[in-house]
């Protein structure tokens, strides 16, 4: 119980001579939904691509399910849903899913009904067999969270999954993530969809500037301050209230 799936001690994440992230220490257990929001270049993006081991990190520590980031290990049992899912355009979403499904090592029976059930799940089972190149950005991003989804993840990596959907398609990103919880899995996720997070996040960070600003129940962030998760958000990224809450 209250095992740790991710834990992130003092990471800094520099691009040259710019400072994208510093002094971010937070953890997230298992089984939790952990909700990731900040202005546009807060560094949220970078984080999650240190989360991944993409990023070489300028200090800190990383650990995913226990091991160090960068350790292959991690990254057999986690999915993840980049910011810019981009894929081969002369592919069908079956030929994808099933190349990746095969790096997984699944068996022939194993990828079939796993991709079916998959494509059911991101409402693609229409376009299943149209190529990749013909789709819309939503369409794609539909397609990235099924590739996310692949190896039915113990760990959930997602960067604005809502970005280019549809209300149904964030619908069923809710269901999505909500599935997973209830099958005890963690969903850590990117998005400046404020309801969406106030709906099915148990937690939510706030990056501003690179810096946690506030963490907590999203309940309880706008609660303690009698305003709506938007207007703390507003009132943390133009500067006021900076404080750090746990819960
Ligand atoms: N590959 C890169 N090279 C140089 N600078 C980068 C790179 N990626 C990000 N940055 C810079 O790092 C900072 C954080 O960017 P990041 O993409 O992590 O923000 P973000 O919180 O994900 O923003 P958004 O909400 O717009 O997706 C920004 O100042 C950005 O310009
Ligand atoms: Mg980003």
Do not use: W
């Not at 937070?26 to 900040?38: A, D, H, K, P, Q």
């Not at 849903?81 to 030929?95: K, M």
């Amino acid at each position: 119980m209250n095992e740790t799936v991710i834990e992130i001690r003092n990471l800094r994440i520099e691009y040259g001579q710019q400072t994208a992230v510093q002094n971010l220490s937070l953890s997230v257990r298992r089984g939790e939904v952990y909700g990731f929001i900040g202005p546009n270049g807060a560094g949220k993006s970078s984080t999650i691509r240190a989360l991944l081991g993409f990023n070489r990190i300028a200090g800190g520590e990383i650990s995913i399910l226990g091991v160090n980031a960068r350790d292959e290990a991690a990254r057999a049992r986690l999915g993840y849903l980049p910011e810019t899912p981009t894929y081969y355009d002369f592919l069908t979403p079956v030929e994808l899913l099933d190349s990746y499904a095969r790096l997984f090592r699944m068996n022939a029976d194993d990828r079939k009904s796993r991709i079916a059930d998959l494509l059911g799940q991101v409402g693609l089972v229409e376009h299943a067999k149209k190529r990749i190149g013909k789709f819309s950005k939503g369409m794609q991003q539909r397609l990235g969270l099924a590739q996310a989804m692949l190896n039915d993840p113990e760990l959930l990596i997602l960067d604005e999954p809502a970005s280019g959907l549809d209300p149904l398609g964030r619908q069923e990103i809710r269901k999505l993530i909500e599935s997973m919880k209830e099958r005890g899995r963690t969903v850590f996720f990117s998005s400046h969809e404020l309801s969406e997070i106030e709906t099915v996040c148990d937690r939510v960070g706030m990056l501003v500037g690179g810096e946690l600003k506030a963490e907590g129940e999203p309940g309880m962030l706008s609660g303690k301050h009698g305003v709506s998760l938007e207007r703390v958000f507003i009132n943390l990224a133009q500067g006021s209230d900076a404080e750090v809450t746990t819960p």
